[in-house]
């Protein structure tokens, strides 16, 4: 297992197989989303329990984001809506638990990105047609269009690099306050221990990892909403 400056490491599996840390780190997510999701939705009753009343809360809570942000009549788009905000969220604050985030990982946020803007030009032309929809990249006037597909071009550039930026940002500050600490422990107190690592990081780790991951991710769900209702209209 081997580390190139912040970049992820390689791990090595079974049958000489490398994997990121990237990759790893997301199958547990995953696996742990998809294990919630189980526990949560079954055995569902007519009069709920205390888990059922708080799945039924945040599926309303993702329902009404929805509605407010894309209108109801594309509602259809919630369950993917929040299945992203959720995962964006579990990936962002896995640096609460020792791990490299996911989306500290250029490929993971491009992956992401190129997928709302599939999904913009993919259900802007089947709402509106493909003559149409077209003829929104020459508006007001055609001498616009190589502004209006660069704007379009540079939409998954911009939310794919706004999201890395700030959790690999967050990433190599917390590293970097990490290895100061402990050699401040070193040089103050002549030992291999870092004590002052114990305690000092964690306001850092409220505002890198849990409202800074947690933002982001609303933010960057919240303009693949906007993007795609926009298309539509």
């Known amino acids: ?3 190139e400056g912040f970049g992820p490491r390689i791990v090595e599996l079974p049958f000489g197989i490398q994997v990121t840390e990237t990759v790893t780190v997301t199958w547990w997510i995953m696996a742990g989303i998809i294990l919630l999701a189980w526990l949560g939705a079954r055995n569902l009753q007519m009069v709920p329990g205390k888990r059922q009343i708080v799945v039924e809360t945040i599926v309303k809570m993702i329902n009404n984001l929805t509605k407010q942000t894309m209108g109801e009549k594309n509602m259809k788009f919630a369950p993917y809506i929040g299945t992203l905000m959720i995962f964006l969220a ?28 599939l999904m913009i ?3 802007g032309i089947r709402s509106k047609g493909v003559g149409k929809y077209l003829k929104g990249f020459f508006e007001p006037f055609f001498l616009l269009f190589p502004i209006n597909l660069l704007g ?3 939409t998954p550039i ?10 690999v940002g967050g990433l190599i500050i917390m590293s970097l306050l990490y290895g100061a600490l402990g050699g401040f422990t070193s040089a103050l107190i002549n030992l291999n221990i870092p ?6 990081p964690a306001v850092f780790h409220i505002y890198f990892d849990l409202f800074s991951g947690l933002l982001q991710s609303f933010i960057f769900t919240m303009l693949t909403m906007v993007y795609v209702s926009m298309a539509m209209d």
């Open 1 to 3: 297992m081997g580390t």
């Open 90 to 117: 579990v990936a962002n604050l896995a640096g609460l638990l020792g791990l490299r985030p996911p989306t500290a990982d250029i490929n993971t946020t491009l992956a992401l990105a190129l997928i709302t803007f």
């Open 121 to 123: 030009h993919a259900f």
């Open 152 to 154: 379009e071009v540079a």
């Open 158 to 167: 911009s939310l794919s690099f706004r999201l890395f930026g700030n959790i």
């Open 195 to 200: 004590l002052l690592a114990v305690g000092v």
